[in-house]
């Protein structure tokens, strides 16, 4: 997988130690709702499993905290600005049907997942 490393890791070889540290908060932020959002998915699934075979009230309650948490970071994630540009990441709810897809790079200048993680991965 040596496929278009170096763009990458030269994406950000101007970036000033304040905006690397500006797009690494975004990233983390970024992922921790995005690993959020599928651990609303995961109780929810979860839940609706477990469910089936136990009986309990709580199953009900913990799906509903399961799809809420999924819920709210989703449109969390949506509503994001870009750290390079300022833009919604996203593109806004404008642009959810059209790109439902999986917000792999920013709607207004293109800064891409893949470059943040290989800013993180490159450590300085
Ligand atoms: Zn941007």
Redesign the pocket.
């Known amino acids: 997988m040596s496929l278009d490393r170096s763009t990458e890791d030269n994406a950000f070889a101007d970036v000033t130690p304040e905006e690397r540290e500006r797009y690494l908060a975004w990233w983390r932020k970024f992922k921790m709702l995005d690993r959020a959002s599928w651990l609303g998915v995961g109780l929810a699934l979860g839940s609706y499993l477990l469910s089936l075979h136990y009986s309990s009230d709580d199953w009900g309650r913990l799906g509903v905290i399961g799809v809420g948490l999924f819920l709210v970071t989703r449109v969390w994630i949506r509503v994001l600005n870009?750290p390079?540009?300022g833009?919604t990441?996203s593109g806004g709810l404008i642009t959810v049907i059209k790109r439902f897809s999986f917000l792999d790079k920013?709607y207004?200048?293109d800064?891409s997942r893949r470059e943040l993680a290989a800013l993180e991965r490159r450590g300085y």
Request: charged share 10%.
């Open positions: 870009c390079r540009c833009a990441y920013c207004g200048c800064l």
